[in-house]
């Protein structure tokens, strides 16, 4: 299996931090997670799933909180990308492709997959063999 140098999975760390900063964002208050929401529903439809249940105010507060941190997360992976940090989002991503599988086999949610078949991608590929030992040093990636 062929595998990444150092400098190639750093840049694999950081578009996956970047991925996350453009999905994420919408979901880290309240305002932009209603927008969002409305928009996830009628794409939900719109793929022969049905119209999303109402939020209450719990609901946004638990997405909003996710939605913050993974924002932050995010922002350190841009910053640092390392072995270290790929290696633990892919085990936070595979977390949350099980929370999605189980969101979809409960539900049926075809929007679902516009999430879930990214967040296994992203997992796997950071999980894909890597030409140093987790605890090397890593340079400061060129600004």
């Known amino acids: 299996m062929p595998s990444f140098s150092t400098s190639g999975y750093r840049c694999i ?14 979901f880290a208050t ?7 929401r409305d928009q996830l529903s009628a794409m ?3 793929l022969g799933g049905a119209m999303l249940p109402a939020f209450d105010v719990f609901h946004v507060l638990i997405a909003c909180l ?10 350190l992976r841009l910053r640092q990308p390392s072995l270290r940090m790929g290696r633990y989002d892919g085990v936070a991503r ?8 189980r969101a979809l086999a409960v539900t ?3 929007v679902l ?8 991608a992203w997992c796997l590929v950071q ?17």
């Open 127 to 143: 999980w894909l063999p890597v030409d140093a030992p987790l605890n090397a040093p890593v340079k400061a990636a060129a600004a």
């Open 44 to 46: 939900n439809q719109s």
């Open 30 to 36: 309240p305002w932009t997670f209603a927008l969002l």
């Open 66 to 75: 996710l939605g913050s941190l993974v924002m932050v997360w995010s922002v």
């Open 108 to 110: 049926g949610a075809p």
């Open 13 to 26: 760390v950081r578009a996956s931090a970047l991925y996350d900063v453009l999905v994420t964002a919408p």
């Open 94 to 101: 595979g977390l949350f492709a099980t929370w999605m599988a």
């Open 113 to 120: 997959w516009l999430f879930l078949l990214p967040e296994m």
